[in-house]
Nanobody, 124 residues
Framework: QLQFVESGGGQVQPGGSLRLSCAASGFTLDTYAVGWFRQAPGKEREWLSCISASDGSTYYADSVKGRVTISKADVRDTVFLQMYALEPEDTAVYSC?????????????????WGQGTQVTVSS
């Protein structure tokens, strides 16, 4: 089965940091852009960041710019999302997915191979 496996979520206090991992299973990331999304209860899925396959260019949503860093470990086909200065509003299920045209679209429907997601809870 082609999918991502996310990990690294958990509960953290406001102001804390987390590093999420997203490992490709059954395929490689040679030609796919990889995006990170989150979905809070009662809200639509929100695009956060993307890293391209061709040159490693990175893109960020304004809502998280300056507080997250996306990176990729080619050897392990894994993408990371380092998050800083977390706020209660960041509480959500975080997921990653592959974008086959390497355009780093911000629209979830352009992505495939979604994982189950990892829960991030920011509270004191």
């Amino acid at each position: 089965q082609l999918q991502f496996v996310e990990s690294g979520g958990g509960q953290v206090q406001p102001g804390g940091s987390l590093r999420l991992s997203c490992a490709a299973s059954g395929f490689t990331l040679d030609t796919y852009a990889v995006g990170w999304f989150r979905q809070a209860p009662g809200k639509e899925r929100e695009w956060l960041s993307c890293i391209s396959a061709s040159d490693g260019s990175t893109y960020y949503a304004d809502s998280v710019k300056g507080r997250v860093t996306i990176s990729k470990a080619d050897v392990r086909d894994t993408v990371f999302l380092q998050m800083y200065a977390l706020e209660p509003e960041d509480t959500a299920v975080y997921s990653c997915a592959a974008e086959p045209y390497n355009l780093c679209s911000s629209f979830p429907n352009d992505y495939q191979y979604w994982g189950q997601g990892t829960q991030v809870t920011v509270s004191s």
